[in-house]
């Protein structure tokens, strides 16, 4: 409950004192009383607004405010009761009075119903134990035993034989083209449907990036367009010098299709797996089919190191040159000597304890995503509307966000969704918006999944982002589903 010490007034406060007080406070409602301190009324910036219409001035007092019963609650009332008050009346605060109706406290819509986020840090006891075992032996600097444990527990993880950690996964993208000696006028397949840190570091390298669509198997890169997009570039004299694939959403692109691909025109690919670590296609770890794999540890991904990112790879030379980049390309001198451009991308050995912790329970984050994805779908599966991100047979997505698009003939729309949700202090938010729709890569080329089809622009148009967090309540996860529910229900077929 909200301290109202500081917006109780009497009316012989002027409109102006009392516009001073909501700024200063920052609060929406004021509570009028009268000289006994009794509640007569709440007051916000807009009846102070009417009054003023109606012919008073800035420095007139409160005495032409209109009597107005207050809508107002007891102290026996329980939380559902004044949700219950609140919904009635369309609004989102409600003033507790005692027994004398002097007013002791606000009820906020928002405290009532806490926040639920899109996805939050799920941390667990390991952490602290690798983190206390950096400050015992104070290895607080950048890389250390953590650091070099948590690349080969990760290596392992994932069946790479390799493995660089770094300070993002932008970073390890960068290294990818880096290492692959992307540069100047070279061009860069990647997929359109993504994050903009996975394109980025084509422009680091001043490469060009040509923007592949998705396919409706996977809402991954389109092997029919991928291949279009390859013969359309060599035609022109620019034959691509690297394919970034990205899997969204924990989701994995159709690695079969797009490796025959990359290996008969023998371009190299980069997996984007920042998103789907503990994902699998067709048995084998994202992120283990190409040339390079990615991952991040972003505070708000399935594990996390608060911040960080590895870089994996078969090839030990490539991952050996990886950590002489990312760590200013220092040469093997007694003294600091440098021959190249190098990075500051290497991690924290206090992060790399974090991520050690977090690996230990990653099969466990997996499941609990997808438990939370099946529960949407049993929870709204009255809704024919809604198109749920695919998962191949075969193929494993660990779920990182439940993705769900809506049909178009359908009423109800992504954003009349997310913006229902959001009034209910429900974090949501759209999909991807493409990268070739981005005034960042503007007159980039672009090759959609068929002339028909832009998968990617169809999806953004109508998809959004649940709230996932492997740490969801079942109960958080309901009121979620209840809220959808009540907006899919006011919807209709438009004929």
């Known amino acids: 409950m909200i301290s109202v010490t500081n917006i109780v007034i009497s009316r012989d406060k002027s409109i102006r004192q009392c516009l001073e007080i909501?700024?200063?406070?920052?609060?929406?409602?004021?509570?009028?009383?009268?000289?006994?301190?009794?509640?007569?009324?709440?007051?916000?910036?807009?009846?102070?607004?009417?009054?003023?219409?109606?012919?008073?001035?800035?420095?007139?007092?409160?005495?032409?405010?209109?009597e107005k019963n207050p809508i107002r609650i007891s102290q026996n009332m329980t939380d559902d009761q004044v949700l219950e008050l609140m919904d009635l009346h369309q609004i989102n605060q409600l003033p507790q009075v005692d027994v004398n109706n002097k007013p002791i406290g606000l009820h906020s819509r928002h405290m009532l119903r806490p926040r639920i986020q899109l996805s939050i840090p799920h941390m667990g006891e390991q952490e602290l134990i690798y983190v206390k075992e950096a400050f015992d032996t104070n290895w607080i600097a950048p890389l250390g035993p953590?650091?070099?444990?948590?690349?080969?527990?990760?290596?392992?993880?994932?069946?790479?034989?390799?493995?660089?950690?770094?300070?993002?996964?932008?970073?390890?993208?960068?290294?990818?083209?880096?290492?692959?000696?992307v540069g100047q006028g070279d061009y860069v397949l990647c997929s359109s449907f993504t994050f903009?840190?996975?394109?980025?570091?084509?422009?680091?390298?001043?490469?060009?990036?040509?923007?592949?669509?998705?396919?409706?198997?996977?809402?991954?890169?389109?092997?029919?367009?991928?291949?279009h997009a390859i013969l359309s570039c060599i035609g022109n004299g620019h034959k691509p010098k690297a394919i970034l694939t990205v899997h969204l959403y924990g989701q994995s692109a159709d690695m079969g299709e797009i490796m025959k691909i990359a290996e008969k025109y023998e371009i190299p690919v980069i997996e984007d797996a920042a998103e789907s670590l503990g994902g699998r296609f067709q048995g084998q770890h994202t992120g283990t089919f190409g040339k390079f794999g990615v991952f991040s540890f972003n505070g708000n991904k399935i594990i996390t190191t608060s911040g960080g990112g590895m870089l994996v790879s078969d090839d030990v030379e490539l991952i050996e040159k990886a950590r002489f980049l990312s760590t200013q390309a220092r040469d093997p001198a007694p003294y600091y000597e440098h021959t190249e451009i190098g990075y500051n991308y290497r991690m924290s050995n206090v992060l790399a304890g974090i991520g050690r912790g977090q690996l230990k329970v990653l099969d466990d984050r997996v499941q609990a995503r997808r438990d939370v994805f099946q529960r949407y779908r049993d929870g709204l599966k009255v809704f024919e509307c809604l198109e749920w991100m695919p998962e191949p047979s075969g193929d494993v997505s660990n779920r990182w966000l439940t993705a769900v698009s809506i049909k178009p003939r359908y009423s109800v729309s992504a954003p009349d969704l997310i913006k229902a949700l959001t009034s209910e202090n429900i974090e949501a938010r759209h999909l991807w918006k493409p990268m070739h729709r981005q005034p960042l890569f503007s007159g980039c080329l672009y090759f959609p999944h068929s002339p028909e089809l832009s998968l990617s622009d169809y999806l953004f148009e109508t998809g959004l982002c649940l709230p996932s967090g492997s740490n969801m309540t079942v109960l958080q996860q309901q009121r979620v589903i209840d809220q959808l529910g009540e907006v899919l229900n006011s919807g209709r077929w438009i004929k």
């Open 196 to 227: 903009v840190a996975s394109a980025n570091p084509i422009l680091y390298q001043g490469a060009t990036p040509v923007f592949v669509d998705s396919e409706p198997d996977t809402w991954n890169m389109s092997p029919v367009a991928l291949e």
């Open 146 to 181: 953590n650091v070099d444990a948590f690349e080969s527990e990760l290596a392992e993880y994932v069946g790479s034989k390799h493995a660089a950690a770094v300070s993002s996964g932008t970073a390890a993208i960068h290294l990818a083209l880096r290492l692959l000696n």
């Open 22 to 66: 909501l700024d200063q406070t920052g609060m929406s409602i004021l509570l009028l009383v009268n000289e006994n301190g009794s509640l007569l009324r709440t007051i916000t910036d807009g009846d102070m607004r009417r009054l003023i219409l109606s012919g008073a001035t800035l420095d007139d007092d409160l005495s032409g405010m209109p």
